[in-house]
């Protein structure tokens, strides 16, 4: 499996936009936990329940990166951090699992610039020039408290990257439910195009600039919870765009109600025919 990042996420230009693309870790990893056929062993623990909205920040030698991750009841996962000192981020995206409260799991993941301010000079990049990875994640979850996650990895030239150690704290939104009503109308992407979700949870969207236009559909996971289910298909992009017609997406979402306008967030990946993906996050505001 690869990763298209760097230049590519130019492609995207409404799904894009504003939006970034952020650096996190993946493979697979396992608990170490098992279990005993002593009947005297105390029993084991309950798997701690993964879905949040997990919140992060760290600084570190004046620089802050902050970090959003989605995480459903069943361990899907896409993680979104920006460094505000150099305008570079990326996204991480992959299956978490949880024995006991020992949290494991596996991703692929990308770094990109989320900013093209005149300030920002760094080249979003690994120190090989590599725009992506994969790698490990491994920690502990309390749930609906805390996820602490250490994330390990090889870009896609095979350097080994520095261990990175994630401590996020519940965000109550999880908990205030979803809806296709709350989610329905127009919403506008950072390059003013609008995209439309009626009331069957149906998504359209074109960009005059691309050509392209986006069918799909956004689904309730639970409806106890605020993150949505995502999946799209690509046609009718023009010139280097039209590497995505046929391509089809799928990820997740979450409303923010917190402020106006009312932000939804996206994050996804988008598989391209030779199997190839593109990793995106992206937000649209109503």
Avoid at 23 to 36: E, K, Q, R
Avoid at 65 to 76: D, F, H, I
């Amino acid at each position: 499996m690869s990763v298209m990042i760097g230049n590519r996420q130019r492609l995207l230009t409404w799904w894009l936009g504003s939006s970034f693309m952020l650096a996190g870790c993946g493979g697979t990893a396992t608990s170490g936990l098992g279990s005993s056929s002593n009947s005297q062993s105390p029993p084991a623990a309950a798997n701690q329940s993964l879905g949040g909205i997990w919140t992060s920040q760290y600084s570190s030698n004046g620089t802050t990166v902050s970090t959003v991750a989605l995480v459903t009841e069943t361990g899907e996962y896409f993680s979104i951090s920006k460094n505000q000192s150099n305008g570079c981020a990326g996204l991480a995206t992959g299956q978490l699992s949880a024995n006991g409260n020992v949290v494991s799991g596996s991703v692929i993941f990308a770094t990109a610039a989320f900013s093209f301010g005149s300030a920002v000079t760094t080249a979003c990049v690994y120190p090989d020039g590599s725009a992506s990875g994969i790698g490990t994640v491994s920690g502990t979850i309390a749930a609906r408290s805390s996820l602490i996650l250490t994330a390990s990895g090889n870009t896609s030239q095979g350097s080994v990257l520095p261990s990175v150690t994630y401590n996020s704290t519940f965000d109550q939104r999880y908990d205030t439910g979803s809806s296709i009503a709350a989610i329905s109308g127009n919403w506008t992407g950072p390059a003013g195009v609008i995209m439309s979700i009626d009331g069957g949870g149906v998504i359209f969207a074109q960009d005059p600039a691309s050509g392209c236009v986006v069918n799909g559909t956004i689904s309730v996971i639970d409806s106890h919870y605020d993150v949505y289910s995502v999946r799209i298909k690509y046609g009718d992009c023009q010139g280097a765009n039209a590497v995505l017609n046929g391509a089809s997406a799928s990820g997740l979402a979450s409303l923010d109600q917190s402020g106006i306008p009312s932000v939804l967030d996206l994050a996804y990946t988008v598989t391209l025919s030779g199997g190839q993906k593109i990793i995106v996050a992206a937000e649209a505001t109503r």
